[in-house]
């Protein structure tokens, strides 16, 4: 074994007990760390969580609600798997870091399918490489840690693509594969996002001119009619369960009220494609390459044919139907990545040499700065940097922690390793790439996650605020502009609950709470006696002041 260890990694395709353990290991340390240790941040966690604490605590498990107020964001399987995670893991973990772990559930069913996707287009070759490049991008690192339910569709699209490589031929297999793909993601995002494998299929259909192929269309109508139960099972509970079930059922359906889809943007409908250049980072150059070089083999091959068509399908769909948010971008990451592993071995050695160097001194220096101020941190010196640190986090006390740290010293000293012993060639460009970013990231969570999560979390605030009321009941409290994700915080960390003041039953409150700015102040009547005023640690932006009537 130590023979092995002193021989030169060859990134070469082939596989060896060294490559694996360093393979297994980067995509450990990629979906692992961020998982547990902090609270839910705002805006998206705080109100992913708020919909799987309502279905814990206030038992709404068909219809997502936010602090009982119905919340048509998303259907529920994401919070489902979350939530019992967080209900089976409660002796040992709190409720959000067991919630979030359903995020690496989810992360973990999106690697696995993206390897045997890639494995089944082309070879055993670009299986580890499309993980390695889809964990690689730049649009996926912190998305793809967050209590997020685009991530069960992610899962569900993954699953569908692989269905997508059988569907041609087989169309019973392909079919249902591809139809429980489509199921999970109408189940996760919503119906018109869940058309995106089927229609895709269609598309593969006609840049290949195979309309004739009836397997090829008894596999599309396998996986339409295997997808259709789950399409359609949310929105039959909408309608039974939801006082406005027209309203709330067209939500689900597009993604976001009908009104906000009539009224979108050139800029709106354009946002994805935008982002795309940084976003799709390190795929998208290598993915468009490919489609411009072969562009006249698209109709001939399948395995250049089907990434192309899901890309554009995805594309298309995205922009016009969804709200604009980076969340959205991460189901074209898939295609990019499958596109792109089939592209390293025809790279020229200079482009593949440049994203090795940059790669290596870009990273590099950014891990060296994230040790850098952690050392600064815990000595105080030198003492600028230890005072600009100060600023950014006031008051927090930072302390030695003995495990992050040497795990975090443990995957340094193995991607020291990795990039001394592994040979040059275009593989390697990749492989330092993910193990780089990764670097960054568990750097980033074993040791300033304690620092940002003091930062971030609405836990000291609510603490405050609960000291306020429940010390001089009664303790109604009504609320103006409270938004969603402080409304989720302040239940789940102080059990608060806010009525707003437009309902009737708010004027027998004797608290107020308003959400605004340092120089935005909400209008309250005159009889409101302001008490206290704040926000969470370093945030200079957000005010929260809350009111006592007399």
């Not at 998305?143 to 069960?152: F, I, K, Y």
């Not at 003091?454 to 109604?476: V, W």
Request: hydrophobic share 50%.
């Amino acid at each position: 074994m130590i023979s092995s260890l002193r021989q030169p990694i060859v990134f070469d395709g082939t596989s060896s007990p060294v490559k694996t353990a360093l393979f297994i290991i980067i995509c450990m340390a990629w979906t692992l760390p961020g998982l547990v240790g902090h609270d839910p941040w705002k805006p998206d966690e705080a109100l992913a969580f708020g919909v799987i604490y309502g279905m814990l605590h206030d038992g709404h498990w068909l219809i997502p609600h936010i602090v009982n107020v119905p919340s048509h964001d998303y259907p529920p399987l994401y919070y489902w798997v979350a939530a019992l995670l967080a209900k089976i893991l409660s002796f040992a973990l709190p409720l959000h870091d067991g919630a979030r772990l359903a995020t690496g559930v989810f992360m973990g069913i999106t690697l696995l399918y993206t390897h045997k996707t890639a494995t089944r287009l082309f070879d055993e070759r670009a299986g580890r490489i499309a993980v390695l490049l889809t964990i690689g991008s730049l649009g996926l690192l912190w998305r793809g840690h967050q209590m997020n339910p685009e991530l069960a569709g992610l899962a569900g699209l993954a699953i569908a693509l692989y269905g997508l490589t059988r569907i041609r031929s087989e169309p019973a297999k392909g079919g249902t594969t591809t139809g429980i793909g489509a199921g999970t993601i109408a189940l996760s995002i919503g119906i018109v996002p869940a058309l995106a494998p089927i229609l895709s299929a269609v598309v593969i259909m006609c840049v290949l001119g195979e309309w004739r192929n009836r397997t090829f269309r008894a596999g599309i109508l396998t996986a339409l009619v295997v997808a259709l139960p789950f399409m359609l099972v949310f929105p039959a509970i909408v309608l039974l369960k939801s006082p406005e079930p027209f309203t709330t059922w067209t939500e689900c359906l597009l993604g976001m009220p009908i009104q906000d889809l009539l009224t979108r943007r050139l800029l709106e409908n354009t946002y994805i494609i935008r982002i795309l250049p940084w976003y799709g980072l390190p795929a998208i150059p290598f993915a468009i390459w490919l489609w411009t070089k072969d562009r006249s083999k698209l109709a001939e091959r399948f395995e250049l044919a089907m990434p192309f068509a899901v890309f554009i399908t995805l594309l298309v769909l995205v922009s016009l139907t969804r709200k604009a948010s980076e969340g959205i971008g991460m189901p074209l990451l898939l295609p990019l990545a499958l596109a792109a592993s089939h592209t390293l071995d025809r790279l020229s050695r200079s482009v593949a040499s440049f994203m090795d160097s940059f790669s290596l001194l870009f990273f590099g220096i950014v891990a060296a700065a994230g040790w850098f101020y952690w050392t600064v941190a815990l000595t105080g010196i030198p003492d600028v940097a230890a005072r600009s640190l100060g600023r950014q986090v006031p008051d927090f006390v930072f302390s030695f922690q003995l495990i992050p740290f040497c795990v975090a010293l443990a995957f340094t000293l193995l991607w020291i390793y990795a990039v001394v012993r592994a040979h040059r060639n275009n593989r390697r460009a990749v492989v330092n790439w993910t193990a780089g970013i990764t670097l960054v990231w568990v750097i980033a969570t074993l040791l300033g996650f304690p620092a940002l999560d003091y930062r971030a979390s609405y836990r000291s605030t609510a603490a405050t605020i609960a000291g306020f009321i429940q010390a001089q009941p009664p303790a109604c409290a009504a609320s103006l502009n409270l938004g969603d994700s402080q409304r989720a915080s302040l239940d789940y960390f102080a059990g608060l609950r806010f009525v707003a003041q437009d309902r009737p039953d708010a004027s027998r409150c004797t608290w107020l709470l308003t959400q605004g700015t340092r120089t935005e102040i909400p209008l309250v009547d005159p009889a409101w006696q302001l008490l206290w005023e704040g926000a969470r640690p370093a945030d200079n932006d957000e005010r929260l002041r809350l009111y006592r009537k007399p």
